[in-house]
């Protein structure tokens, strides 16, 4: 079966084309530059941009794709969570083109879709060595920790309870003057910067939930350099402030990551999500799992980002355990859970 997905639960207007676990295409329209400005998403901006960028994006894939609209088997759309209107341009384009072509429209949560992204190698998803595993999903908007027993059988074992670890990334880059999206450039900084130079806190690092919580964190980076302006006129300085808050960041995620895993006795662990293309979280994994014997899968970068592929991999993956089809009158759920 060949599936056209779409995704603009946030800034990115992306439409992907897969068949039998192949991804043909998957051309993504970011904001970025155009957000940057005011220094973080705007949701009326993004829904126009979604509205102006979505049949070029369309078109591309199709292109790129070599297929036509009348190939198509099956269609996919993110529902939730994520922006109101912003979910609305996608989601009803989908329902729209699978209605005139008379086929399945589906619609797709998007942190489950990244939970099951680490399973695309390449432009293939391979689910022939699946296998049980924790999951750690953090983004700008979530941290989630999630049970994976079987595939499309998972459980949410913990969550953030206040801000998010991209969030608290981009704010604490926000506070050091750092261009929009902070987190990406923090982490550039950081590599020449010192990790043990400042000593921010790890909330609820001992805590044994596997719960996270980074709002206390970025609280106490904002009063730090409260109290030591000049610490930010000095370019050395700020990649040690870099570092260090990456450094504590990155623990707690380590840290819970792996205590739940050896916890619930599984072997493997992937990791997905826009923060997943942070390098000293890469590398951290990687260095816990060779040394405790786990498995590591993490998304590949260009799937951490939000994307349309991993969309129509999870719809391809719903469709072929549990066909069925889908009515055509479902609204987005900007709220919707991972659950």
């Not at 973080?40 to 609209?69: C, D, M, Q, W, Y």
């Not at 050091?176 to 990790?195: C, F, H, K, S, T």
Request: with cysteine; proline share 5%; aromatic share 6%.
């Amino acid at each position: 079966m060949t599936i056209l997905a779409i995704e603009t639960s946030c800034d990115e207007t992306s439409v992907a084309i897969v068949r039998d676990g192949r991804i043909l295409s998957n051309v993504v329209s970011s904001q970025v530059s155009l957000h940057s400005e005011y220094g973080g998403v705007v949701p009326e901006l993004a829904t126009r941009e979604h509205l102006r960028n979505f049949l070029p994006v369309a078109h591309s894939a199709l292109a790129e794709a070599k297929i036509e609209p009348r190939d198509i088997g099956a269609v996919a759309a993110t529902q939730g969570p994520g922006l109101p209107n912003a979910l609305l341009v996608g989601f009803k384009a989908a329902q729209a083109l699978a209605y005139a072509l008379g086929k399945p429209c589906l619609g797709i949560n998007h942190h489950e879709a990244h939970l099951y992204s680490p399973w695309i190698r390449g432009d293939t998803a391979d689910f022939s060595a699946f296998e049980p595993n924790v999951s750690l999903i953090v983004s700008g908007g979530h941290t989630i920790l999630a049970h994976v027993r079987a595939e499309l059988d998972h459980e949410v074992i913990g969550s953030t309870l206040d801000d998010a670890a991209g969030e608290c990334f981009d704010k604490v880059g926000k506070l050091i003057g750092l261009p929009y999206p902070g987190g990406p450039e923090l982490d550039r900084l950081a590599v020449e910067g010192n990790p043990f130079a400042y000593d921010f806190p790890r909330p609820l690092l001992r805590d044994q939930t596997d719960d996270f919580s980074f709002a206390g964190l970025k609280t106490s980076v904002r009063y730090f350099l409260q109290k030591r302006p000049e610490l930010l006129n000095d370019r050395q300085n700020i990649r040690d402030v870099c570092a260090s808050v990456q450094a504590a960041i990155v623990e707690v995620l380590v840290t819970k990551t792996m205590r739940a895993a050896e916890r619930l006795r599984v072997r493997c662990i992937t990791a997905s999500g826009g923060v997943t293309s942070n390098r000293r979280l890469r590398q951290d994994l990687e260095n816990a799992c060779r040394k405790s014997g786990f498995t590591l899968r993490l998304a590949e970068r260009k799937f951490c980002t939000d994307n349309a592929a991993m969309i129509a991999i999870l719809a391809e993956r719903k469709l072929l355990k549990r066909p069925q089809p889908v009515a055509l009158d479902m609204e987005v759920e900007p709220g919707m859970r991972l659950v």
